[in-house]
């Protein structure tokens, strides 16, 4: 099949709407079940990239949770931690390694994963997608699907959940085109190769990075080079863990993600895992519930006449300084950026929230002075050289 019509384009008012191929050669894609629309195949045709990659320089299964053509979250299979399990909600499931690695990409910022596109880089097996069958999601891609992972997937939205086969051996073209206001843009594919090599330049005066850092850290520029720019990405336990996509601003961009991953490491606080939620609570509630009480505005979830929707008793609530306690004990995150830092005060934002390990590309004026804080708090940073924008 070489090309597929779609319902509309981005908008409904934006027709006709299709993808296909110019060649003339089939798509390298199989609708199995559901009807993707334009923004589901952006994310779709993201994410397999994104997967696909972590997979080639990790050598483990990886997955990602598309939202609106970045990641909300990415992650290559590790066992994970019983407190991991609970705040992820899958400690009642038989976990698979490529079922682990979507059940971090999924629950690293399940706020931002809610109605997602998710993408894996290895055959979609039954406990993947038990996972996928009580989470609000708009579609898959994998590379292929067992008998039992395609008859549990086609059995959710009412048997329209989407549904995507990719063949893993397809390459695009080395040159790739794109209209804006009826003008084309010509460009070679960003085919730049992630991997360790990236990560041997320190102008630190630490220069040694962990083997866990080093992962964490390829994860955060790959995710990053899938990620609408300006871009930061913190990432922790072979995952990301606080992406900042989209903002003009690189401190904006740096405070973003890094109060995603604050969030993510306060839902392993004591009393966040011990919140008596109802039994009855629908998923999406009790995630929102959670961001809440985390947050400042905690009365809102909290007060009298409100609290009894949510918990069979009322908590106590955690305070700004239990919160702030429970941050100081966050360490071992890496962070990439897909440019340089232009000032320090990115280094500043970025060690309260644990990170002890950089890797950006360098090049600033103002480097000296991004050393100088990197320095001041014994960060290991690494100058990649290479700069990932993503539009």
């Known amino acids: 099949m070489n090309e597929l019509e779609l319902k509309y384009g981005c908008n409904p008012?934006?027709?006709?709407?299709?993808?296909?191929?110019?060649?003339?050669?089939?798509?390298?894609?199989?609708?199995?079940?559901?009807?993707?629309g334009y923004i589901n195949f952006l994310d779709a045709f993201n994410s397999w990239q994104l997967v696909s990659e972590l997979k080639a320089a990790t050598g483990l299964p990886a997955a990602a949770s598309f939202k609106h053509v970045s990641p909300a979250g990415a992650a290559v299979a590790t066992e994970l931690?019983?407190?991991?399990?609970?705040?992820?909600?899958?400690?009642?499931?038989?976990?698979?390694?490529?079922?682990?690695?979507?059940?971090?990409?999924?629950?690293?910022?399940?706020?931002?994963s809610y109605g997602d596109w998710a993408a894996l880089?290895?055959?979609?097996?039954?406990?993947?997608?038990?996972?996928?069958?009580?989470?609000?999601?708009?579609?898959?891609?994998?590379?292929?699907?067992?008998?039992?992972?395609?008859?549990?997937?086609?059995?959710?939205?009412?048997?329209?959940?989407?549904?995507?086969?990719i063949d893993p051996n397809y390459v695009p073209a080395a040159i790739e085109h794109k209209q804006v206001y009826g003008v084309t843009f010509e460009q070679g594919r960003n085919s730049l190769k992630i991997d360790e090599e990236l990560l041997k330049n320190f102008p630190?005066?630490?220069?040694?990075?962990?083997?866990?850092?080093?992962?964490?850290?390829?994860?955060?520029?790959?995710?990053l080079k899938y990620t609408q720019s300006n871009s930061v990405c913190y990432a922790k336990d072979g995952q990301a863990i606080g992406v900042g996509a989209g903002q003009q601003s690189r401190i904006h961009c740096t405070r973003l993600a890094g109060n995603k991953a604050d969030i993510w490491y306060l839902r392993q606080n004591p009393k966040v895992m011990a919140l008596p939620f109802k039994e009855d609570i629908r998923r999406p509630d009790r995630d929102n519930t959670i961001d809440v009480y985390i947050s400042d505005d905690y009365e809102d979830v909290l007060a009298d006449g409100i609290w009894e929707q949510f918990f069979t008793e009322k908590p106590e609530p955690?305070?700004?300084?239990?919160?702030?306690?429970?941050?100081?004990?966050?360490?071992?995150?890496?962070?990439?950026?897909?440019?340089?830092?232009?000032?320090?005060?990115n280094i500043e934002r970025a060690h309260r929230s644990g990170v002890e390990f950089i890797a950006q590309p360098g090049g600033s004026i103002r480097d000296d002075n991004v050393i100088e804080v990197c320095n001041k708090?014994?960060?290991?940073?690494?100058?990649?050289?290479?700069?990932l924008f993503h539009h």
């Open 13 to 36: 008012n934006q027709k006709p709407s299709r993808i296909f191929m110019e060649n003339g050669a089939d798509l390298p894609i199989e609708v199995l079940n559901g009807k993707p």
């Open 81 to 112: 931690s019983d407190t991991l399990k609970k705040i992820y909600f899958v400690d009642d499931l038989e976990l698979s390694p490529i079922a682990s690695a979507y059940a971090k990409a999924r629950g690293a910022d399940r706020m931002s």
């Open 121 to 165: 880089s290895d055959v979609c097996d039954k406990e993947t997608a038990l996972i996928l069958k009580r989470e609000v999601s708009d579609g898959i891609i994998a590379p292929g699907y067992t008998d039992e992972a395609l008859e549990i997937l086609k059995s959710k939205r009412r048997g329209t959940y989407n549904i995507v086969k």
């Open 204 to 223: 630190t005066d630490n220069k040694t990075f962990t083997d866990e850092a080093k992962r964490d850290l390829i994860i955060a520029l790959i995710t």
């Open 318 to 345: 955690l305070t700004r300084e239990e919160k702030k306690e429970w941050l100081k004990t966050f360490s071992g995150v890496s962070l990439g950026s897909d440019a340089f830092f232009p000032f320090g005060d």
């Open 377 to 387: 708090y014994n960060i290991a940073m690494a100058f990649t050289g290479i700069r």
